[in-house]
């Protein structure tokens, strides 16, 4: 691999990280997005309020200014034109209206004595003409009302805001009570307008900022809560390790220090409870392997006298009574149990102690099988499919232990004839061709197998295979698959003894049933075995020490 491959698969290491730490499902980016969206919405409503408070109230005080000096200037400068007035005195009378404190525009609107329409406005022929108003507002100001009770003019001020070409106007209109002409006012209120966006956009950078600082604030809380929650996860990962001394710092009074004295009270009390439990199985450990030293003293005497009995039970010489012949034969036979039961358990305190080491040797595989079925008188109920040259650098007496129980107890529980296969792959993973593969889940291989892959050995017998209830526990030390049958001739100890010699060498033993019938056993075992590493060394606990 490149330098530049190895540094984008770094650099999209690194996004996916970043990207991790960002997910919705963090908590840290769930309180960002709380405190920002409660954040958010209060200024947005603090903002909202505040400016439709403040345009109405600058409208409203605007409005009421120009309208009501707008109405003054009707009743004093309008109201004193003749009942004919001519274009030129409704011309003047509004640009003196125009010139009030407001500045807005002006149109007065009479009749001549003939009954024709008379127009004067403030601005000229630039001003305010009768189309610029509303038709509404012209037929609301010129309807004519009821005098009632409650209404005492016919005519009224009504006005109106309108917007032209972008810019708002407020436009009014009235007459003259007592009769005289009609006017009508235009005012701009662009200024209020300006002032209005200037209020609008002082609203949104006060929201923005206030959605910056409580992001910053969200931020600030999320890193005094997620601290400890990091420490205790840190301390918890390291409990699972196995470093029951583990114990978080405590400081404060809060939730989270409650939790860091809970977690630490938890540790402690499982720390002793461990330790307890291990010193008990130590304890456990160390009387089986002690009674099974001190059984082996008298156990060789007695296998002595059981030899002596056996050589003259072989003999026929008739110096053993014929009345107690079968009792001599069961105290020969449960002798011979009695004595594997012992080597069994004290191969057994061997790998609970972690005391068990390999002494290994380039073997070939066939050859050490065929010694192993040689030795014990199987060659008869044994097929052999294994060829010459595989070889495989292991120990031979755990091999020998291993291939002993399997074919034994194929022998014993299963139907003959029980065939063992040989195989194995090559160092990549790959299967040679040079043989196939007859059983179930074992993979094809031959001799030319390259070192640095798997051996792969299969047990298979003919029987009525194994109930599915108990495949998961064939491996169980002291299991019997048949509770009627306690004192069977096993100890129950084999198949254990030979899962933990597979494991040891680095390798695994499997137990199925085959399609064809009958029960077939795979052990998987590295070609190149190492060593192990002692306990201490493969121990990575360190000192005690506390999760700051």
């Not at 009749?111 to 610029?132: F, M, Q």
């Not at 939730?255 to 010193?279: G, I, Y």
């Not at 009792?327 to 102690?353: G, H, I, K, Q």
């Amino acid at each position: 691999m490149t330098d530049a491959q190895r540094g984008f698969r770094g650099w999209v290491a690194a996004r996916k990280g970043a990207w991790s730490r960002l997910r919705f499902t963090s908590l840290r980016l769930r309180l960002v997005v709380v405190f920002g969206l409660v954040a958010l919405t209060a200024a947005v409503s603090a903002s909202g309020i505040a400016y439709w408070l403040n345009r109405e109230a600058v409208l409203t005080r605007t409005q009421d200014a120009v309208l009501r000096d707008f109405q003054q200037e009707m009743q004093n400068r309008a109201g004193s034109l003749p009942e004919y007035p001519t274009q030129d005195e409704l011309q003047y009378t509004a640009r003196q209206m125009a010139n009030s404190s407001q500045r807005f525009s002006v149109l007065l609107v009479s009749e001549d004595a003939n009954g024709t329409a008379v127009y004067g406005n403030s601005g000229g022929l630039s001003g305010l003409a009768l189309r610029d108003v509303p038709l509404s507002l012209r037929t609301a100001v010129n309807r004519e009302q009821d005098i009632t009770a409650a209404n005492s003019s016919p005519y009224h001020l009504y006005w109106q805001r309108i917007v032209d070409d972008g810019t708002p106007y407020l436009v009014a209109g009235t007459r003259v009570i007592g009769g005289g002409p009609t006017g009508y006012m235009l005012k701009s209120l662009e200024p209020e307008a300006k002032d209005l966006n200037s209020l609008a956009w002082s609203l949104g950078i006060a929201t923005g900022l206030a959605l910056i600082g409580a992001a910053l604030l969200a931020q600030a809380a999320a890193t005094t809560v997620l601290k400890p929650v990091h420490r205790l996860g840190v301390a918890a990962r390291r409990l699972g390790e196995g470093r029951l001394d583990t114990r978080l710092r405590v400081s404060g009074t809060d939730e989270l220090a409650d939790l860091s004295r809970t977690f630490n009270s938890t540790a402690e009390a499982l720390e002793k409870r461990v330790a307890d439990m291990a010193a008990r199985d130590e304890a456990s450990r160390r009387f089986v392997a002690d009674m099974s030293h001190e059984l082996r003293t008298p156990l060789t005497a007695i296998t002595t006298i059981t030899e002596v009995l056996e050589e003259e039970l072989d003999a026929e010489t008739g110096s053993v009574d014929p009345m107690i012949e079968p009792a001599v034969r069961l105290v020969v036979s449960e002798t011979r149990r009695l004595n594997d039961l012992v080597e069994n358990l004290m191969e057994v305190t061997r790998f609970d102690a972690g005391t068990a080491r390999l002494v290994l040797d380039d073997v070939d595989i066939a050859d050490q099988i065929t010694s192993c079925i040689d030795a014990r008188a199987w060659l008869d109920a044994v097929e052999l499919d294994a060829e010459r040259g595989i070889h495989a650098r292991i120990d031979p007496r755990r091999l020998d232990v291993i291939l002993a129980n399997l074919i034994g107890n194929a022998l014993k529980h299963g139907g003959s004839p029980v065939r063992v296969s040989v195989r194995a792959t090559g160092g990549s993973g790959s299967t040679d061709e040079t043989g196939g593969a007859d059983e179930p889940g074992v993979p094809a291989g031959g001799d030319g197998a390259t070192a640095g892959g798997e051996l792969v050995i299969s047990v298979r017998d003919h029987g009525p295979g194994i109930p599915e209830d108990v495949l998961p526990h064939v491996f169980d030390r002291f299991y019997k698959a048949s509770a009627s049958r306690p004192r069977s001739e096993g100890s129950g100890l084999g198949l254990s003894i030979a899962l933990e010699n597979a494991h040891i060498h680095g390798g695994r033993i499997t137990a199925a049933n085959s399609p064809e019938g009958g029960a077939v056993f795979t052990l998987r075992l590295p070609r190149d075995t190492y060593e192990p590493a002692p306990e201490a060394e493969k121990d990575g606990t360190g000192p005690k020490g506390d999760v700051s």
